[in-house]
Structure formats: C-alpha cells, structure tokens
C-alpha cells in the first residue's frame, strides 16, 4: 500500500503527539490525531483566572533546535509563528530576604555572581560545573537524545567502544548530589543545582549525576514565549493542519483495537471506531499497561509500580499584586532542608513540611517591574503522585498555604490575595487530566543508573502501536516529550520498510511473511 493510502491515529494532541503528528504528515501518511481536550498541548495548558489566562504546565522552554527542526522539515518556520525572547537571567533563587542568587546565560556573569555570593572557590566550582555539564551533554546528544531507546551496551557502542573514559565521565553510578559536592562546599549551590533533577520528577539524592546535562542545556538558551507556552502547541498544530493533519478534539480514545494481534484502529467514547494502519499513544507511559486504553493493549508495555512514579505538584495559578521581592520570569525559594523535603515527598507520600517554592511570574522577563497592574503567577511546590489512591484534603492544602504564604514573606514576596482564592491543580486533579499517572508530571522517575534506560521506548510489544511522550524515551520535558514524537515516527517508517522489504520477498503463490515480520518489528 503506498504511503498516502495508510492511516495512522495518534493518541493525544501533547507536544510528543504534535511532533510525530508533522513528521508522518510530511512523510505522506494520512494522520488523525485524537484529543478528549478541547485543545492541543497536553500538559502544556493554561487556566483562565481573573480574565487572564496563566500558564499552568510547563513553562521553560530551552533546546529550541529541537523546534526549529521540526518546523525547518515541514517547510516552515518557528519564528515566522512565535515570538521568542531570550532570557538573560535564567532564574532568580532565595532563602530568605538577605540570600539571593541569579544565575544568568552568561557564565563568566554567573561566576561573578556566584563570587560575590559564596566566594571565589565557589566560581571556580562553578566553572568546572560547567565544563563537566557541557561534556555529559555533547557526549549524550548524538548517541542518546536523539536516537531510539539503547541499553548500556548499545549507549556503549554509539559512544564508541574505545571510549570508556567518555562513557564513564556521564558518571551514572554517582548520584546529583554527590558529583555536586566535587564542585561546591556550600550547601546553598548543591541546592540550586541539585533542583535540576526535579526537572525530571526526580530526588537529587537518588538522581544520577548524568543529569548535570540539564544545566547546560539551561546555559545554552532560556526562551520566553510571547503569549504563553501555549503558543508553541497551537503553531505545532497550525503546521501540523497545513499539512493535511485532522484534529479531533473532545474526543475520548477508550480502546487500542487489535486485529490479528496488531493494532487496526482506535475506538472512542460512544463506540466509534477510527480504522487506523498503524496508532500512536501519546499518554502516560503508564496508560497502556494499566488498561486505561483496553484491556488488549495491557500487554503492549510492562506494568510500572507506582513507587517508581515521578514527581507530582501542587500548583496555585493567579494573578495578584505583589510587593517586595523583585520578581523575575522564573524564580525559586528554596526550603532550610532539601533532604528532609524529598523524604516526605518520596517516602512518606505526603506534601513536603518545608517546601521549595517555584514562581513563575508570566508578565516579567529579566527581572523588571511588572508590565501590568497585577503579576499573572503560577506558583508550584512538589507533590507525591498518589493522586489515583490518596487525595489531599482540605486541610492538606490549606497548611501548605500557610506554609508556602510564610516562607514567600521570609523571602521578602508579599501576595496581594491569598492562595486559597487562586486555581488549584492537586495531585489528583493531574491523575484526572492524564489517567493512569497517579499525578506523575514526567513518566516515571529518573532514580538510579539504570533508569534512563528502562524508559519505554517508541516500539510497544504490540505490533503497529507506537508511544511518545515526557514518559518515554528520551525522557520528560518539553524538547524532550518532542523528540520522542520524531523517534516513533521514524521507528514506525523504519518499521514500515522493513515490513514491506519482506513481504516484496514473499514466495510467489505462497504465504507472505509480512505479518511475521511485522510482529517482530513493530
């Protein structure tokens, strides 16, 4: 069958579904891509509050090749649909009124700044942090980030064999926070740097130290959306369109359908059947194997203990007047102890007594006042994913207010309006708008050596069904969630030659092989 006649049917409409949906379509395949939304971005949403709309998912935007490649490939241009700002202060962190740090996207300005805060040993660790990060990040790119799910051994071989030394210098067996006491004495620094493992709904403490990548990913560029993050998925879905794609929203995929062992359609809510070559599941990584896509697609993908979930949230969206604290688009409170935080959060399943608190302030950029009378704000602290088995109750929420209230004003940030009147999104509410994830906002947690690498990849054990998203291989974030999308396409077409190499081969007048094949390919 050629190309423009086979269909393929995509799962959710998130950053990891869009991507995949523009590769496919630009190779010719008829695509539909399926939403119980009522718009595209996954987890990438906003929330109406005060007449305004507030980012309420992921709001930094970094690796933006990844962006501009797509867009580049399909004949457009992600300038030409976004405005993006570069920032020049990355973040602005506290813990208390008198200790402040700003890391900016230039490092010999962030050494200085790290001098005068901590000391000149401290900006000399902070250059070698450097140096260290932008080597585990140049040696992972090319071999891990963008190339299908491997194991060690095969990460091995794409580094290459006579390499060890660059193997080992990703430094997997040491955790975050280990590898960050090689470069700071000052407890304040290995905090700062140690909350890039949240990135990725991770602990520092048992993160490996692998993910020093994510600050030079950081150093290398920081983008404001104009408008919102939100912009990004519509401009994806607008290429997207233009290239023959169909968006189906409100529409709720409730079953993978099988046929002969293979995926053949989707059905929806109200017992529509879209027939389908091949599918897609952009979803938790979870959503296969707990049955929430049917029972037969159980067996696509192994079951995931909700002890290995990452990080969930509790997210305040409003917008207040503030006062004191000099604000900048992204800014951190941290808590007087980190390790304590992590243990009510991952061993105790509770919201953390001291949490760390993340502000975005959406109307500012590099620190200056604010361009409207009232500062949109989305403010977050981790959370446990038991949102599918242990709602918060009111009480919960409302003394991680007080909490959060007090150490903004130790901090010098004075609200305008209480949290208890903002949008709460809890735990339980993030299960809700993606089931089967308990609350999880990266898939599953990045704990220990061997956790990159047990990331589902693109190919399901079930044949012709496909998954992407911040839960699969490569791992969670924006950028990231978007490279998966490329990768199952690109396996499902390699996928697709193979098939089609095998079944040209068949014996005239005998029994093709292409299902045989397919089943052990797709």
């Known amino acids: 069958m050629p190309v423009g006649q086979e269909k393929v049917v995509i799962v959710g409409a998130g950053i990891g579904g869009l991507a995949c949906a523009i590769e496919l379509a630009r190779s010719g395949f008829q695509v539909t891509v399926v939403e119980r939304a009522a718009q595209a971005g996954g987890k990438m949403r906003e929330t109406g509050v005060g007449g305004v709309s507030v980012d309420a998912g992921p709001t930094v935007l970094t690796m933006r090749w990844v962006f501009d490649e797509i867009f580049e490939a399909a004949g457009a241009s992600l300038e030409a649909h976004i405005e993006l700002k570069p920032l020049d202060i990355l973040a602005r962190h506290a813990w208390n ?3 402040r740090l700003d890391l900016f996207a230039d490092i ?11 000391g000149p040993k401290e900006a000399a660790g902070y250059r070698a942090f450097c ?3 932008r080597r585990i990040y140049e040696t992972l790119r090319d071999s891990f980030l963008t190339e299908q799910k491997t194991g060690p051994v095969g990460l091995a071989g794409k580094i290459g064999w006579g390499r060890a030394d660059a193997l080992l210098g ?3 067996f040491d955790t975050l926070w ?3 006491g090689d470069h700071f004495a000052d407890p304040r620094l290995r905090q700062l740097f140690g909350r890039y493992a949240t990135y990725c709904g991770s602990s520092p403490f048992a993160a490996p130290a692998t993910l020093m990548l994510i600050a030079h990913v950081e150093q290398a560029g920081v983008w404001a959306v104009a408008g919102g993050m939100q912009r990004l998925a519509e401009a994806m879905e607008a290429v997207a369109t233009s290239l023959g794609v169909a968006f189906v929203y409100g529409a709720h995929a409730e079953t993978i359908d099988l046929e002969r062992g293979r995926a053949g359609g989707v059905i929806l809510a109200g017992d529509e059947r879209l027939a389908a070559d091949w599918v897609v599941v952009n979803a938790d990584s979870a959503a296969l194997a707990s049955g929430a896509l049917g029972a037969a697609a159980r067996a696509a993908a192994p079951a995931q203990p909700a002890a290995g979930r990452s990080l969930s949230a509790l997210t305040w969206a409003l917008r207040t007047e503030t006062r004191g604290f000099p604000l900048a688009r992204h800014n951190v409170f941290f808590s007087a102890d980190y390790a ?3 243990d009510d959060i991952l061993r105790r399943g509770r919201l953390p007594r001291g949490p760390t608190i993340y502000v975005c302030a959406q109307d ?3 620190g200056e006042p604010g361009v409207a009378p009232a500062d949109r704000l989305l ?3 981790n959370a446990p994913a038991n949102g599918d088995h242990a709602p918060l109750d009111e009480t919960e929420i409302r003394a991680c207010e007080t909490q959060v209230s007090a150490h903004l004003a130790r901090c010098g940030l004075a609200l305008g309006q209480p949290l208890e009147t903002a949008a709460i999104t809890s735990p339980t509410d993030f299960n809700a708008l993606f089931p089967a994830s308990g609350g999880a906002l990266y898939g599953p947690a990045t704990h220990g050596w061997a956790a990159a690498f047990k990331r589902p990849g693109a190919r399901t054990r079930i044949p012709r069904l496909y998954q992407a998203g911040g839960g699969a291989h490569p791992g969670a974030g924006v950028p990231m969630a978007a490279l998966s999308g490329r990768l199952a396409a690109q396996q499902l077409m390699r996928d697709r030659a193979l098939a089609g190499r095998s079944s040209r081969g068949a014996t005239p007048g005998g029994m093709s092989t292409h299902s045989a094949t397919t089943a052990s390919t797709a």
């Open 178 to 180: 280990r590898a960050l």
């Open 97 to 99: 009124e008198a200790e």
């Open 170 to 172: 990703i430094r997997p």
């Open 340 to 342: 304590a935080e992590f």
């Open 364 to 366: 500012r950029g590099d």
């Open 131 to 133: 140096s260290e990060s």
């Open 108 to 118: 010999p300005r962030t050494a200085e700044a790290i001098g005068a805060f901590a």
């Open 379 to 381: 403010v977050l602290v």
